[in-house]
C-alpha cells in the first residue's frame, strides 16, 4: 500500500511522479524523506537501474526498478505514465542530481503534466546550484546551459549567442571535452574568469578559479579527470566593458613602452610605437608614461 502523502488534490484515482533527487557523489546526501519517497512508492523509474541499484542497496530499500534512460524513454514513458494512471506511484531517479535537469526526466514530467498526474518535486544535490554557489560569481542572476552541442557549428552559434548575455553562465562538461571547451569559449566569449568544479562531494573535489587562458594551459599540462562544472562569469556591461577595455589597452601600451624604453628607444619613438601597436591614445599613454620617463616629448 502506498504511504505516500501530498498536499495534491486529485479528482481520478492516478497515482503520482516523484523526482527524487539523489546523492551527486557522497551518499550522506540523500534526504530522509527521497530515502522514504524511494521506499514507499510502487516502483522506481531510473536513467541507469545499474547506478540505482547501488543507491538502494546503500539505503537497504527494496523495490521494483524499470529503466528510463534517453534512447528508450519514448516506449518506456508510455509504460510508466500508463502504470500511473491506473494508480501506481513512480520515484524518478537520475544517475546524479535532481531528475529533469539535462536528463531525460523532462519528457516524463511533461508526459504526466499533459496527463494531469501530479509531480511532485522532492529536492537535494544539483550539481549546477553547488559549483555556483561555491565560484564566487554573482548568483542573482544566471543561466544554466547545460552540456553545449557537440557539433562545432551549432556550439559556436550557442556562444554566440551568449556572448553579450552579461548573466553567469553554468555549463557541464565531461573530461574528454572539455579543453575542446575552454578553447572555443575563450575564441568566442573573450578571456573571461572562470570557477570549474570536479568531481562535487568526491573524494577528489576541486574547484579552479582562473582566466580562460590559464585554464587551457592547466589542463594542457593536466588530463582533466572526473565530471566537470564550468561556471563562466558574465559578460561586462557596455560601460563597464568600454572602461575595462581602455584600462586594459592603457595598462598593456604602457608596460609594453616602458620595456621599449628600457631597451633603449627614445620615449617619443617608444609611445608612438606601442600606441600603434595596441591601438591606444598617444596622448594618454604619454601622460601614463612621463612619470617613469624623464625625457619630454613634443606631442
Known amino acids: 500500500m502506498n504511504r505516500i502523502s501530498h498536499s495534491f488534490t486529485h479528482e481520478n484515482k492516478s497515482g503520482s511522479l516523484y523526482l527524487v533527487a539523489t546523492p551527486i557523489g557522497n551518499l550522506s546526501d540523500i534526504s530522509r524523506r527521497a530515502c522514504q519517497v524511494l521506499q514507499d512508492v510502487d516502483f522506481i523509474a531510473a536513467e541507469d537501474t545499474r547506478v540505482t541499484v547501488k543507491l538502494l542497496a546503500?539505503?537497504?530499500?527494496?523495490?521494483?526498478?524499470?529503466?528510463?534512460?534517453?534512447?528508450?524513454?519514448?516506449?518506456s514513458g508510455k509504460v510508466i505514465l500508463s502504470r500511473i494512471l491506473n494508480g501506481e506511484s513512480c520515484a524518478l531517479a537520475t544517475d546524479a542530481g535532481t531528475p529533469g535537469i539535462s536528463d531525460p526526466g523532462e519528457d516524463l514530467v511533461r508526459l504526466c503534466i499533459c496527463s494531469d498526474v501530479p509531480v511532485v518535486a522532492i529536492p537535494?544535490?544539483?550539481?549546477?546550484?553547488?559549483?555556483?554557489s561555491v565560484s564566487g560569481f554573482c548568483a542573482d542572476r544566471f543561466t544554466f546551459e547545460g552540456f553545449l552541442p557537440a557539433d562545432k557549428k551549432k556550439r559556436g552559434a550557442r556562444l554566440c549567442e551568449l556572448k553579450n548575455d552579461n548573466r553567469t553562465l553554468v555549463f557541464y562538461e565531461a573530461p574528454h571535452?572539455?579543453?575542446?571547451?575552454?578553447?572555443?569559449?575563450?575564441?568566442?566569449?573573450?578571456?573571461?574568469?572562470?570557477?570549474?568544479?570536479?568531481?562535487?562531494?568526491?573524494?577528489?573535489?576541486?574547484?579552479l578559479r582562473f582566466s580562460l587562458s590559464k585554464a587551457i594551459s592547466h589542463f594542457e599540462a593536466t588530463a582533466p579527470r572526473g565530471e566537470f562544472v564550468l561556471v563562466v562569469e558574465g559578460a561586462a556591461s557596455d560601460k563597464a566593458a568600454i572602461a575595462a577595455a581602455s584600462i586594459g589597452s592603457l595598462d598593456a601600451a604602457k608596460a609594453m613602452a616602458v620595456s621599449l624604453i628600457d631597451n633603449g628607444l627614445s620615449v617619443r619613438d617608444a609611445v608612438k610605437k606601442a600606441a600603434l601597436e595596441t591601438g591606444c591614445s598617444k596622448n594618454e599613454l604619454y601622460k601614463a608614461v612621463q612619470l617613469q620617463a624623464a625625457q619630454p616629448l613634443d606631442v
Open 177 to 207: 571535452k572539455l579543453l575542446r571547451t575552454l578553447r572555443d569559449m575563450q575564441d568566442t566569449l573573450g578571456d573571461r574568469n572562470i570557477s570549474i568544479s570536479r568531481e562535487i562531494t568526491k573524494i577528489y573535489e576541486e574547484t
Open 124 to 132: 537535494g544535490p544539483c550539481a549546477a546550484v553547488a559549483a555556483l
Open 58 to 75: 546503500h539505503l537497504d530499500i527494496k523495490n521494483e526498478l524499470v529503466s528510463y534512460h534517453k534512447h528508450n524513454m519514448k516506449s
